[in-house]
Structure formats: C-alpha cells, structure tokens
C-alpha cells in the first residue's frame, strides 16, 4: 500500500506563486512515475504533469507548460509541483497520484494510487 498527501495548496492573487508537496509513505514510489491531477468543480478531474520515475522526463498539459515545473526527491519520497504565473482558470483541487508503470501516463486510469487533494484557488 501507498498513500500519498498533498499539501501547500491555498488562497493566492493572480499571478502569484505556489509549492504543492505529496510526501508518499508505505511502500517506496522510487520506480513509479508520479502525476499531478486537478479538478475544477463541475468539470472533470484532468491531468497536470508527471514525472518519470527517475526524473530524467516531464510532460505537461498544455494549459500549463512554461508556467508549471514537476519534481522529485526519491531520497524523501516526495514529488513537488512548483506553479508560477497562476491565473484563475488554475483554481481546483490537485491531486497526486502514483503510476502503474515507470513512465507514467496522462490518463488517470493509468495511476493507482491517490492523495486526497489539495484546494488552490487563485483570485482575479
């Protein structure tokens, strides 16, 4: 078993900058990729980032990419989303999750175990 928590989600002005950390405890995630997901209400849960198991790769959603950077520390066991120039369309809960494989997938089918969130909402 995995269980990953998120945190450093919050209230913060267009433009501003926020850190999300997923600490993962229980069994390592060292050889899994790990995704981020986020989830605006009343629309569905769509994918971030992710990053390989080794960190050599990232990918980003488009909506994101220049603005967002996905990393790892295997040592901590820890994935981190560092999110700059945040607008208001970022607003939603994020979620972490833990691949099945070592390279991920932007489907969230793909991953198997999940965070429970954490709330961003970024103000006009």
């Known amino acids: 078993q995995v269980q990953l928590v998120e945190s450093g989600g919050g209230l913060v002005q267009a433009g501003d900058s926020l850190r999300l950390s997923c600490a993962a405890s229980?069994?390592?995630?060292?050889?899994?990729?790990m995704g981020w997901f986020r989830q605006a209400p009343g629309k569905e849960r769509e994918f971030v980032a992710r990053i390989t198991w080794s960190g050599s790769m990232t990918y980003y959603a488009d909506s994101v990419k220049g603005r967002f950077t996905i990393s790892r520390d295997n040592a901590k066991n820890t994935v981190y989303l560092q999110m700059n120039s945040l607008k208001p369309e970022d607003t939603a809960v994020y979620y972490c999750a833990a691949s099945t494989t070592q390279a991920g997938s932007v489907m969230a089918y793909g991953y198997d175990y999940w965070g429970q969130g954490t709330q961003v909402t970024v103000s006009s």
């Open positions: 229980g069994r390592t995630v060292s050889r899994r990729a």
